[in-house]
């Protein structure tokens, strides 16, 4: 109960005085709106379920779920990804001077390329 | 806790507030009904709400909210496209041409917040300690709600800035 009304609350009482049939009439729509004895609901009343009744609860819904996630990760890690980068060839560029000197260029190692004894030194400039 | 009793104690309540808050009791009446409505779904379905008044406010005065920014974005299409008659109906001339009448436009004037506070501790007989809680601030927020509210619609009344007819 509130605190004792002057003059001014009775004027604002007044005013928001309703009609006594809108009244009667929204109190038996609303009370005819869902009928009595209906039960609640079985989201309120079910019980808590545990960390492995869950995808029971679930079904068979979650089941393929997790299997498609399952199936794509497995995908994923099998198959490389199709733009991953590719070695570039190795390069060997023979050069033929006019006294008869070779050169011989190339990004490989050397004992890729380089017969053994051959005597060429690496960036020396010099070969026979 | 009696479903049925709190219902017909809550309906006059919420009418009223409803009818004070959009100033048309058609769209009041609307409200209110949805509101009960909602109140008795609920307690039905899932069981009483805590605070079965504080629960019809917090929706009535929601749904009261949500109308009135309605209200405010059609009534220039409609009153152009000539789909709202600008003069009033007889229960409408009836409503706004008497003290009620005043007492509404009035209080349609004052702050949202503030006319909250004095329609709930007037139209729902809330003591400031529940306004405080329903409102969701502090019981000295109210309080000074509650007498800010009351000096300016003594103000108005008084002015006679609540109202286009003054009683001869």
């Known amino acids: 109960m509130g605190p004792a009304r002057d003059d001014l609350d009775e004027r604002v009482i007044q005013a928001a005085a309703p009609d006594g049939e809108a009244v009667e009439r929204m109190v038996r729509a609303a009370l005819a709106s869902v009928p009595a004895g209906t039960v609640a609901s079985a989201v309120v009343e079910a019980p808590a379920l545990s960390m492995w009744q869950w995808p029971a609860a679930f079904g068979v819904a979650t089941a393929c779920l997790i299997g498609l996630v399952t199936l794509g990760v497995w995908w994923c890690a099998r198959v490389p990804p199709a733009l991953a980068p590719v070695a570039a060839p190795n390069q060997v560029i023979r050069i033929t001077a006019d006294d008869g000197t070779t050169w011989i260029l190339s990004t490989a190692p050397s004992d890729e390329w380089l017969p053994p004894g051959s005597g060429i030194v690496i960036g020396g400039g010099e070969g026979r | ?168």
């Open chain 2, 1 to 168: 806790m009696d479903l049925d009793a709190i219902v017909r104690d809550l309906a006059p309540k919420v009418l009223g507030y409803c009818t004070l808050e959009t100033g048309e009791p058609a769209l009041a009446e609307e409200i209110a009904q949805e509101t009960l409505t909602a109140l008795v779904q609920r307690w039905r379905r899932h069981g009483p709400p805590d605070s079965p008044a504080a629960f019809v406010f917090a929706i009535a005065r929601r749904r009261s909210a949500r109308a009135m920014v309605r209200r405010r974005l059609w009534l220039p299409i409609e009153s152009a496209l000539g789909l709202r008659d600008s003069r009033q109906n007889p229960e409408q001339y009836a409503v706004n041409s008497d003290e009620r009448g005043r007492v509404a436009r009035a209080l349609g004037r004052l702050r949202p917040a503030d006319r909250q506070v004095l329609l709930l501790l007037t139209v729902w007989d809330a003591s400031m300690e529940q306004a405080a809680v329903t409102l969701g601030i502090s019981i000295s927020a109210a309080k000074m709600r509650a007498l800010r509210a009351r000096n300016r619609l003594r103000e108005l009344l008084e002015d006679g800035n609540g109202t286009r007819q003054r009683r001869p």
